[in-house]
């Protein structure tokens, strides 16, 4: 075993098995058609907007169900096609031939990266016709705002769902590394929406804690920022809606983090896996 | 060496060496170390609309959090289904329950400043008709009258200077407080504060200066109002209508007028001093 080497081959083929694997469950497919459920029910119901122009209102809806579902479907695909393959012993009939673990892992993480990929394009661009739908139509929303104010640029939303992207696949990669030392998928999926959870609020608990004058609580705080991302550099979302744009620097800076986290995770999910008894 | 983690461990666990939870956290450690001056640069980057709620002395918004925890634009939605449980209450004149929704609402989502204003002028006006018409059908003693205006102007001001925590650079705050000032307390002097400083705030409404200058010409500071209305017409657009270009020249005038203030020191505004200065080169 030591002596087969590294193959980019055999993961891609690792990868491709679990973007068909993770295709055929209907978990997938629920979820693709609640987002696009979501952002029609949205569109449809744009005049109960109070305050918002129509395409911001169908931005903020379609946004925030893309983030919701994408996050359930990041962690919950992840646990699956891992710990499933580990419960059915599947994975028994893999690791007997000569394919590193460190393969198995990666080719699982890029296959449920591809998924999200498939999930992100197909969300966003349904939402970005209903926007452009929306903007080329004239009108006025129900609170006097005329529909244009605050025009949506087509590229925003494209690199919105991007980063939005980029998220899922940096929780995707950290809930691999929880089911790497997990015993049931179960666990995996509760300790992943925790880590989301820490992720998500972990600048706010920051700034609430110097807020707040306490020491010790900021420390904490401070520690679990080291080791966790932060997942408020990805909101992005509420700003793109108001018809702001995303910099090129952001972008790249955003991308080079996400790369790096997801790498690390991986990484370290290799290396728990390879001293893990089957 | 190699220990089993599986008896001193939950059953959620695997077996694994001893050393891998040290490795996993040591990795995350340095890995997050490294990616700090990323992280820094990500977040310094420009982005918009990351949330950058004031952080208030006693801690942290209702809203950051909920901004964090609700994600994306879910909020908007959440605030949108919310406020129609408000109109809901307003129109059952349901007092507690239209008060605690429009707080939700904020909670939920502080963003647009239509939540807050909206929400002042139902506690300073609607709650104030609904509690005298609760009151002997509204035939009430002037001084209980007065008495509940104040009331429900004094919250719906608290409510806004909440407001302006979160958006200081809103002009529609100050104006609202202005109004409410000024319709509901009578309190002219605070209500002419108010104007000058929604005038003063970014992209005000030609409306606010004015209204400021015309109170402090009934609280009897005539000069005060003839110096800043000096100041302002210069600023005014001549082809906006909503900029009353005209009714502020009008105004300077009859303060110069009432001020008798010399011929020599009138104001003349720019267009025709120009042309006086023109006419003159050309004698």
């Known amino acids: ?278 | 060496m190699r220990a089993c983690l599986a008896g001193s461990q939950p059953a959620v666990f695997v077996t694994v060496s001893s050393r891998t939870p040290a490795l996993v956290f040591t990795g995350l450690a340095l890995a997050g170390l490294a990616l700090w001056p990323l992280r820094a640069f990500v977040d310094e980057s420009g982005a918009p609309s990351r949330d950058s709620s004031e952080i208030r002395p006693a801690g942290l918004s209702m809203a950051r959090w909920t901004s964090a925890a609700i994600p994306g634009g879910m909020r908007a939605l959440l605030a949108d289904g919310l406020w129609l449980k408000v109109y809901a209450a307003w129109v059952a004149r349901d007092r507690p329950r239209t008060e605690a929704l429009i707080r939700w609402v904020i909670m939920v989502d502080d963003r647009p400043t239509q939540f807050w204003v909206n929400g002042a002028r139902i506690i300073a006006y609607d709650v104030t008709d609904w509690r005298l018409s609760a009151m002997n059908g509204g035939r009430v003693p002037s001084e209980v009258r007065r008495r509940v205006f104040e009331e429900q102007a004094c919250a719906a001001l608290e409510h806004l200077a909440a407001a302006r925590i979160r958006h200081p650079d809103s002009a529609a705050i100050w104006v609202e407080m202005g109004n409410i000032n000024l319709y509901r307390r009578g309190d002219l002097r605070r209500a002419a504060e108010c104007y000058r400083r929604a005038s003063e705030s970014p992209d005000p409404p030609y409306y606010a200066a004015r209204i400021h200058a015309e109170l402090l010409r009934r609280l009897g500071h005539d000069r005060e109002a003839y110096v800043w209305l000096r100041r302002l017409h210069p600023t005014l657009p001549n082809n906006d209508e909503a900029a009353m270009s005209d009714v502020v020249l009008r105004r300077i005038q009859e303060l110069e007028r009432k001020l008798k203030v010399p011929e020599k020191d009138r104001y003349v505004p720019g267009n025709l001093r120009t042309k006086a200065t023109e006419s003159t080169q050309s004698d």
């Not at chain 1, 893999?94 to 699982?108: C, D, N, Q, S």
């Not at chain 1, 049931?184 to 999926?189: D, E, H, M, N, Y």
């Not at chain 1, 997801?262 to 290396?271: E, K, Q």
Request: charged content about 10%; overall charge positive; aromatic content about 10%.
């Open chain 1, 1 to 278: 075993m030591s002596r087969t080497r590294f193959s980019a081959s055999r993961m891609a083929l690792i990868a491709q098995n679990t973007l068909l694997e993770c295709m055929r469950q209907r978990f997938f497919l629920l979820l693709s058609l609640l987002t696009a459920a979501m952002g029609i029910a949205v569109w449809v119901f744009c005049d109960c907007g109070f305050v918002a122009p129509r395409a911001k209102f169908l931005l903020d809806g379609g946004f925030g169900a893309l983030t919701f579902f994408g996050a359930v479907l990041a962690i919950v695909t992840a646990a699956q096609s891992f710990s499933g393959e580990i419960e059915k012993r599947t994975v028994l009939a893999v690791l007997a031939r000569p394919v590193w673990r460190m393969e198995f892992i990666l080719g699982k993480l890029a296959g449920v990266m591809i998924l999200l990929l498939i999930f992100y394009a197909t969300s966003t661009g349904l939402l970005l016709g209903l926007v452009m739908w929306e903007q080329a139509g004239p009108g006025m929303s129900s609170a006097g705002f005329p529909a244009g104010g605050g025009q949506v640029s087509g590229s925003a939303v494209l690199a919105c769902g991007l980063v939005q992207w980029l998220r899922s696949g940096v929780l995707a990669a950290l809930t691999l590394l929880v089911s790497s030392y997990a015993r049931s998928s179960l666990f995996a999926v509760v300790s992943g929406f925790a880590a989301l959870v820490i992720c998500n609020l972990q600048s706010v608990a920051s700034d609430a804690c110097r807020a707040a004058g306490s020491g010790w609580a900021e420390s904490v705080v401070g520690v679990i920022g080291v080791i966790f991302p932060d997942f408020a550099l990805y909101d992005v979302a509420d700003g793109v809606a108001a018809g702001g744009v995303l910099p090129t620097t952001y972008l790249a800076g955003v991308t080079l983090y996400s790369i790096a986290y997801a790498g690390v995770f991986g990484g370290l999910a290799a290396c728990c896996f390879r001293h893990r008894e089957l």
